[in-house]
């Protein structure tokens, strides 16, 4: 029997498909991935079971976090720009555009207005977390409601700049925050100045429970 | 030359030189999908994790003018204190002094009652909520058929009261506990009544 001459084949595979295949989802992942904005506080927020998703523009946020500390923030960048001005001329104190651009570029605010100036020179971000965990929060006591200007300003400005519109509201608090902390922050939005009646409360997805009522109703 | 050539002797030293220096043109690609893999996990598991949703809450907006107009009777009525130890008080109806009692309950077990109480306005929710699913109307009527039967008369009117012990986490448990019952008449209120409060102090004593 003639001797059948098989052709060597090399044992690797071929491993360059999935290479493309491996660096196409990365590059997909990459570019759709929306991180996590860099946050002054961080709030374990209470779960629902809504899902109807939070805006992403136009958007005021208030967060009021675990010790009771108030944050304001706000989604529009040139409407940033023009809250921090207007606060500056409210407060009197003077910023540099440098410190105003940190600002428009930072996200939720929970500095007494004193201290913003002194907080917006501080470039590296290490810095204004040490600043931020030992700052007080915004103010809310009736003597010294900033954040009550800090809403006003956002409304005026906002609805200057769209036609008298309001700013979408959300109230981001902490599931274990107490409610009389929330029901301050709650007064003030309903205050005859800002009249803020509807507004949205930002909770997580709850999953178990879910489950639960789609089993309900089979 | 001194090496023994590997073929058949014939070709000449010209062919040699190059086959000394053919190796294979393949590179050795696991590393590389190794290190895709890696990072597309990583990719996957930073994105998918972040998933907040909102509540939307409405407030009445507060009477103006000196003479506010008193808010009318409801019946059909539920008031439900939250206070500490995620602890629920409730009442039904009108509050009569000396007469109304509070019963306590929970989180765990306030959902199954809503529904019992709301049991009308909940199956038509849900009879809805099956139509829209079969597709035999559409979800702008959904949404307002499902407006029409909360706002029915006999449908329940719900006042949560959270008192200065309740967490935040209560209240939108609560206002959560209204959307899954389908009750659409509710308000948050802070202000608890001198009465109800000396109840409610008096049955927080007991637990």
Redesign the interface.
């Known amino acids: 029997m003639p001797k059948l001459k098989m052709p060597r084949t090399s044992p690797a595979l071929d491993m360059t498909p999935m290479v493309d295949l491996g660096f196409l989802l990365v590059t997909f992942f990459m570019l759709t991935a929306q991180f996590r904005p860099e946050e002054a506080v961080v709030v374990d927020t209470p779960s629902s079971m809504s899902q109807s998703p939070i805006p992403t523009e136009n958007l005021m946020t208030v967060t009021v976090d675990s010790a009771g500390r108030v944050f304001w923030d706000f989604t529009d960048k040139k409407v940033r720009a023009e809250v921090i001005k207007d606060m500056a001329n409210r407060y009197k104190f003077t910023l540099d555009p440098e410190q105003i651009q940190r600002f428009v570029n930072l996200n939720d605010i929970g500095i007494p207005v004193q201290q913003l100036p002194s907080y917006l020179s501080l470039d590296s971000p290490a810095e204004r977390k040490v600043m931020d965990q030992a700052s007080p929060g915004i103010p809310i006591d009736s003597t010294n409601n900033q954040l009550l200007d800090w809403i006003r300003s956002t409304q005026i400005i906002f609805s200057s700049g769209s036609g008298g519109k309001n700013p979408i509201v959300a109230l981001k608090g902490d599931g274990n925050v107490n409610y009389s902390t929330i029901n301050k922050v709650i007064k003030i939005f309903q205050g005859p100045t800002v009249k803020i009646n509807r507004f949205k409360m930002i909770t997580d997805l709850e999953e178990s429970r879910m489950q639960v009522s789609s089993n309900e109703q089979k | 030359m001194a090496d023994v050539p590997e073929g058949g002797g014939g070709g000449g030293g010209r062919h040699q030189k190059k086959r000394a220096k053919k190796g294979s043109t393949?590179i050795?690609?696991?590393p590389?999908?190794d290190l895709?893999?890696l990072?597309?996990t990583f990719?996957?598991l930073?994105?998918t994790m972040?998933?907040?949703?909102?509540?939307?809450?409405?407030?009445?907006?507060?009477p103006e003018g000196p003479n506010p107009p008193k808010p009318t009777e409801v019946n059909n009525a539920l008031t439900l204190f939250?206070t500490k130890g995620d602890q629920i008080f409730y009442y039904r109806n009108e509050f009569k002094p000396g007469e109304t009692q509070l019963t306590r309950t929970d989180f765990s077990k306030i959902t199954p009652l809503l529904i019992e109480w709301n049991k009308n306005t909940f199956e038509r929710i849900?009879d809805l909520?099956r139509k829209l699913n079969a597709k035999e109307i559409t979800e702008l009527a959904y949404d307002s058929l499902k407006n029409e039967a909360q706002k029915d008369k006999a449908a329940m009117f719900v006042i949560i009261k959270?008192?200065?012990?309740?967490?935040?986490?209560?209240?939108?448990?609560m206002?959560?506990d209204m959307?899954?019952s389908g009750i659409g008449k509710y308000a948050v209120q802070?202000s608890i009544k001198p009465a109800e409060q000396a109840l409610l102090d008096a049955e927080k004593l007991k637990f």
């Open positions: 393949r050795d690609m696991t590389m999908v895709a893999f990072l597309l990719f996957i930073t994105t972040y998933k907040p949703s909102t509540l939307q809450l409405t407030f009445p907006v507060p939250l849900q909520g959270p008192d200065k012990d309740a967490k935040y986490r209560n209240m939108i448990d206002v959560d959307d899954i802070d």
